[in-house]
Structures are given as C-alpha cells and as structure tokens.
C-alpha cells in the first residue's frame, strides 16, 4: 500500500508514534476487510451452485410426479375399460340370469391376471428427502410432498397387490377347475364350461371388480393431489 508507506513516514517524523499507531490500525481494518468481501464473495459463489443443484432437483422432483401421474392415468383408463367389458355380463346375468358372451374371452384373462404392480417410492424422491433443498421447502408443502408418496402412491399400491391376489385365486381355483385356463378357445366351449356353476363366475366376476373398483378410486385420488402439487412444486 504506498499510499500507506508514504504517510506512515511522514508521520513518524513529525506527530510521533500515536498517529503512526492509527495509521497502522487502519491498514489492518482494511486487510480484515478485503479477506471478508473475498469470503462473502466465495460464499455467494457456493450458495449459487447450491441454488442450481437445488432447482435441479426440484425439477427431477417435478418430472417424476409428472411421469407418475401420466403412468397413473393409463393405468386409469385400462381400469375403466374392465368395468366396459365386464358390464354387460353383470347387467345380463342380474337381468335374465344368463352369461352374456360380449368380451368374454377379455374378461376371463384380465380376471386370471396378476401382474398387478405400482413402486410407491423413487429415487428422485429419496434425493430430495436427503439434500438441503429438503430443508428449504416450506413444512406444509413437505407434509403433503410426503402424504403424495407415502399415502396416495402407497393407497395405489396395495390396491394393485389386492387385485393380483385375487388373479391368483381365480385362476387357481376357478379356471383350472373349469377347465378355462385356454382364454383362447371359442367362446361357446367357454360358456358351456361357465355355464356348469355360473353363479360362481358372477362371484369371482364380482369380486374381481370390486378390486378394480379400489384401484380406480385410489388412482383418482392420487392423480388429482399429484396435479395440485405439481402445480404449488413448480410455483416454489
């Protein structure tokens, strides 16, 4: 600091050594406060690649919740579809106890299916849960980031095992005993075989769709908080 040197100097020739001392002060002051603009500069330059990975991961967040949701509203329409099909049979038998051959082939292999699954969690949602943007996120909008995944998606996923279980159990106990595991075979030799206790293919039917039934209410629900998320996520 030359500025400093020269006037440090004169100083000491003439006003002595208390304004020397000032002076000196004063340089120190001025070192201590260059060393805390750098570290508030290196601060500032930390916190904002934070503040990017942090809307990253929102992002990620974002886009999972969208997937999910766009997943969940196939799996939505594929369980509307079931109703369709099986309509026709239930509103036949209930009205001239008869089994209606409409989609009979559809309804007896979605009725033998158990391939029913749905994965509550994700790892976009455990990196969140684990990184500062986490703490950064107001508690209410956690509390209901939290009930999406652990609610809404878990509700989703024990109706999806409930109606595999009852896939298994039809097909174990109903469409080898009838002589139905061929869903292929015409659909008079599989009337013929129904026909032999219908009243408990109308049972199994019932069953079988008060499942989907569950899975379609759960989906619903879980489409509808996960739009009203997405929407407070990408407002934060």
């Known amino acids: 600091m030359p500025f400093f040197n020269k006037i440090r100097k004169n100083e000491i020739k003439t006003e002595g050594m208390k304004r020397y001392l000032l002076y000196a002060i004063g340089e120190i002051l001025l070192v201590m406060i260059g060393i805390l603009l750098a570290l508030e500069v290196s601060n500032q330059n930390e916190n904002g690649k934070e503040n990017q990975l942090n809307d990253k991961l929102l992002g990620v967040l974002i886009a999972d919740l969208k997937a999910r949701n766009a997943g969940d509203k196939i799996d939505l329409n594929g369980s509307r579809e079931i109703f369709s099909a099986s309509d026709p049979i239930m509103a036949t038998w209930n009205e001239k106890r008869q089994i209606d051959t409409t989609n009979l082939q559809i309804v ?95 049972t199994h039917l019932d069953l079988n769709r008060k499942g989907v039934l569950r899975v379609t209410q759960n989906l619903e629900r879980s489409i509808s908080k996960v739009d009203k998320l997405i929407v407070k996520l990408e407002t934060f």
């Open 108 to 202: 007896l292999r979605w009725m033998g299916g158990d391939g029913w699954f749905f994965t509550p969690l994700s790892p976009a949602y455990n990196t969140v849960v684990n990184s500062t943007l986490w703490n950064e996120i107001p508690d209410t909008l956690v509390d209901q980031i939290n009930k999406v995944y652990n609610i809404g998606f878990g509700g989703v996923k024990n109706a999806f095992e409930k109606s595999a279980s009852y896939g298994t159990h039809f097909r174990l106990n109903y469409l080898l005993d009838y002589d139905l595991i061929n869903t292929d075979a015409k659909v008079l030799d599989l009337q013929k075989n129904i026909l032999k206790n219908p009243q408990k293919f109308i």
